[in-house]
């Protein structure tokens, strides 16, 4: 007799275990069982190293390799894996092509700081000049950036989602905008939790230790054709050269793809939990995860109105992803944070807003909590 075989879907949901109160995976996404135990493995199997251990815990690299550029659209030879996403974006800072006269590039000011920081270290080393854009919301819409752009400008830096408001930026949009101009794109935000067109980036970067749910210490690069034939990685280390083992003392020709942004050996013990969850993320889809979340983001504003909220985060499907950030009147973020925390409720606070990020793992019990808990204040 055949069995019946199991929801995906459902197995996905049993994989997790927050708490009930926790809306907080733009800051930190806690990771899946199938994550804790192929970390937990990957340590045991190093605990009793013998011949070949070390060969067989590298194998967790082309694995986590291949899911990252299956759910990217990328080819396997253009993506490498990064520690986190600050590295990646550093990579890329130093990366595009100084020529002749450094050329210019766009940011928006209202981005995270790790969007900044690389851009502004390149531009103090006379690689590229950098200016910074003062969008309106801090949205980079692709009107805003095509009203920005200049003959010398040489790549656009963005967030697929931005941080404190949640809005999901339109990339394709500002693909067509800009041109063949370099994109570069911050996905930590919105990726595999949101179905957005991966493929228009030139350099796309991604952490995994938030919407991934993998656990800090992971994280992908990707490149488009364009970019590859166009960048100059200024820091590729021994790992992304040719024939790294040879050790005669000279220094390599840098390898193909993405390979040559490779800095060193990463840890193994990473890459079998960053595989786990990008593979359980396949298991059910990015598609069907945005729904969930969704989902949960209309139940959590429905749950919010009676309180006369001011919501900073985009309401419109096309440009939301999973956080909604609110504020309400006569009651400081601060002191809301407070009484959320009190309640069980785990948020981020910002100096003008209370950030709620939900996951498709949010119940409706989390949504309750918060809107009892606030009401319990007043």
């Known amino acids: 007799m055949t069995q019946p075989q199991s929801d995906p879907q459902a197995a996905y949901l049993a994989q997790f275990s927050e708490t009930t109160g926790y809306l907080d995976f733009a800051r930190y996404g806690p990771p899946s069982q199938a994550v804790v135990a192929a970390s937990a493995a990957a340590m045991q ?16 690299t082309d694995r986590a390799t291949r899911a990252a550029a299956r ?3 990328f080819a ?3 993506v490498t894996l990064i520690p986190n996403t600050s590295t990646g974006l550093f990579q890329a800072a130093f990366a595009i092509p100084p020529g002749p006269a450094a050329g210019e590039v766009l940011v928006s000011g209202g981005d995270f700081p790790a969007n900044h920081y690389p851009l502004a270290r390149a531009a103090q080393s006379g690689r590229i000049r950098l200016r910074v854009l003062a969008p309106p919301g801090g949205r980079m819409t692709p009107d805003v950036i095509a009203a920005e752009l200049r003959p010398d400008t040489t790549a656009v830096s963005v967030c697929a989602v931005d941080f ?6 339109d990339l394709a949009g500002i693909r067509d905008v800009i041109g063949e101009r370099l994109l570069i794109v ?5 990726f595999g939790v949101t179905t957005q067109p991966w493929e228009v980036c030139d350099i796309l970067v991604v952490g995994g230790q938030k919407w991934l749910r993998a656990g800090w210490g992971t994280g992908f690069l990707a490149l488009s054709d364009r970019a590859l034939e166009q960048v100059d990685p200024l820091l590729s280390g021994w790992t992304g050269a040719v024939d790294p083992t040879h050790y005669d003392g000279l220094i390599h020709p840098q390898a193909c793809g993405a390979a040559r942004f490779s800095l060193t050996n990463l840890s193994p013990i990473d890459h079998a939990a960053f595989a786990a969850a990008l593979e359980l993320v396949e298991s059910v889809g990015p598609a069907w995860i945005e729904q969930r979340i969704g989902e949960r983001l209309d139940a959590l504003h429905e749950a919010l109105l009676p309180l006369g909220p001011t919501i900073r985060s985009s309401l419109d499907p096309a440009h939301r992803a999973g956080i909604l950030s609110f504020a309400l009147p006569d009651h400081q973020p601060a002191q809301l944070g407070k009484r959320l925390a009190a309640g069980g409720v785990t948020a981020t606070v910002h100096a003008s807003a209370v950030r709620l990020s939900v996951h498709a793992t949010t119940t409706e019990a989390a949504i309750d909590a918060v809107a009892s808990t606030i009401q319990g204040a007043w």
């Not at 404190?164 to 930026?169: E, K, M, S």
């Open 45 to 60: 199997s190093g605990a009793t190293a013998g011949p070949g251990t070390v060969d067989d815990l590298m194998d967790a």
């Open 71 to 73: 759910l990217s659209g």
């Open 76 to 78: 396997t030879s253009s």
């Open 164 to 169: 404190a408001t949640g809005y999901r930026a």
């Open 186 to 190: 911050d996905g930590i935000q919105g």
